[in-house]
């Protein structure tokens, strides 16, 4: 087999130590080094001197979990560095040792038979850094509103019925006073703002309950968890327009995808990245994102097969983009969750649009152009014969003689 790296590195990396096997190729002759280094940054330096002393130029690695990033930064811009997938580059079963997993890695990296993970550039990376933790902190308000409401059921408190917003402007100012030690319900009705004044005798019932102290010691925790929850989020969202502000026009083209809002660009910019060279294709992308049907064929026959686990953080925000697309009626991802639905169900359906959605920014980010909708009767446009096929068939069932007269261009 041809060898493609003559002098090259596989490290096997673990929390505490790494295991790194240099090998070096003169003709047929391979000679290959092992030694174990800390993971310390005195440690990594002392690699990195070793690998370039012996001017190699290549170094694959084999992770989980965060530990590579650390060797990766001191690694990078020195020597190409390729992080390998641990699950396709496993050693040859009941010969398990780190000494094997390095020298295997670095033998499938002189022979270039190492799939590499896709790596951002540092800007992106800092920006992805920000944006996952945005959302995980979103999550944990969603969880602390959740709490809040359990709450008040338990207290027989059901304003929840009566308001759509409990945490609103309203909601907050009932609970406010709760907390203060007001428990009449028709005071607390009176504080109702906006349209919901027309629901004040609904709100009284809906306040009378049995509100004792230690539900109001933790509602008073609760809201104060919610409160430094939203402050977090407003400090992430300030700090993501900073580290943004060089794809502001990126950005902007990928909001104009129908349901891709602010935060969704900025995820799919910081996911994905803007060098749409790395993926051969939008079919390459959606594979590497998961959003795209597994493929199981065997003797002729084709099985379900789901779309497998990919990028969360990446999936979660086009479903949520999907979700969005699928309410607007008048464009074309609307009518392809519509068509898509009825035969398969909503899930798949915003399975399908989040595909289409990603595929859409791919060519949006590889050409530079907006996006333009094809409108919310493409799909009538383009099978509008089978369409009348269909419906002249479906009169007919029903007992109607139907005569069709085209009608004038």
């Not at 596989?10 to 391979?30: E, F, N, P, S, W």
């Not at 270039?112 to 540092?122: D, K």
């Not at 607390?188 to 004044?197: D, E, F, H, V």
Request: charged share 25%.
């Amino acid at each position: 087999m041809e060898v493609l790296c003559s002098r090259c590195c596989g490290i096997d990396v673990h929390k505490v130590c790494l295991v790194a096997c240099l090998r070096i190729q003169d003709g047929r002759r391979v000679t290959p080094t092992i030694r174990e280094f800390g993971t310390t940054t005195a440690e990594l330096l002392r690699l990195q001197a070793w690998l370039s002393e012996a001017a190699c130029t290549h170094v694959a690695m084999e992770s989980t979990g965060i530990y590579w990033r650390p060797v990766f930064n001191v690694l990078e811009g020195t020597f190409q560095v390729v992080l390998a997938n641990a699950y396709h580059i496993h050693a040859v079963p009941g010969r398990k040792t780190d000494v094997r997993d390095c020298e295997w890695i670095a033998n499938l990296l002189a022979h270039g038979l190492i799939r590499a993970s896709f790596i951002p550039p540092a800007e992106i990376r800092d920006l992805r850094d920000v944006t996952r933790h945005r959302k995980s902190v979103i999550r944990d308000r969603v969880k602390t509103a959740n709490r809040i409401h359990k709450l008040l059921e338990s207290a027989n408190i059901k304003i929840g019925n009566v308001m759509s917003d409990v945490l609103g402007v309203s909601g907050r100012a009932m609970l406010d006073a709760l907390l203060a030690g007001d428990t009449d319900p028709a005071h607390l009705s009176t504080l109702a703002k906006g349209s919901l004044r027309t629901k004040v005798a609904q709100l009284s019932d809906a306040l009378r309950g049995s509100f004792t102290a230690h539900q109001a010691c933790l509602l008073g925790l609760l809201l104060t968890q919610l409160d430094q929850a939203s402050a977090l989020i407003a400090a992430c969202d300030a700090r993501v327009l900073e580290l943004a502000k060089p794809f502001e026009p990126i950005i902007t083209r990928l909001q104009t995808i129908v349901g891709v809002g602010r935060r969704s660009a900025e995820v799919i910019v910081s996911e994905v990245g803007i060098d749409m060279t790395r993926f051969a294709d939008a079919g390459h992308l959606a594979s590497w994102a998961r959003m795209c049907p597994g493929s199981h064929e065997s003797a002729g026959k084709r099985r379900p097969a789901g779309t497998g686990k990919g990028n969360n953080w990446l999936r979660t925000t086009l479903l949520e983009s999907a979700w969005a697309a699928s309410h607007v009626r008048r464009s074309y991802l609307g009518a392809q969750y519509r068509r898509i639905s009825r035969r398969r169900g909503p899930k798949r359906a915003a399975i399908a649009v989040a595909h289409s959605i990603l595929v859409i920014a791919y060519h949006l980010l590889r050409d530079g152009v907006d996006f333009k909708d094809l409108g919310g009767d493409y799909f009538d446009r383009t099978d509008t014969a089978k369409l009348t096929r269909y419906h002249l068939r479906r009169l007919a069932d029903l007992g109607c003689d139907v005569s069709m007269i085209a009608r004038p261009a």
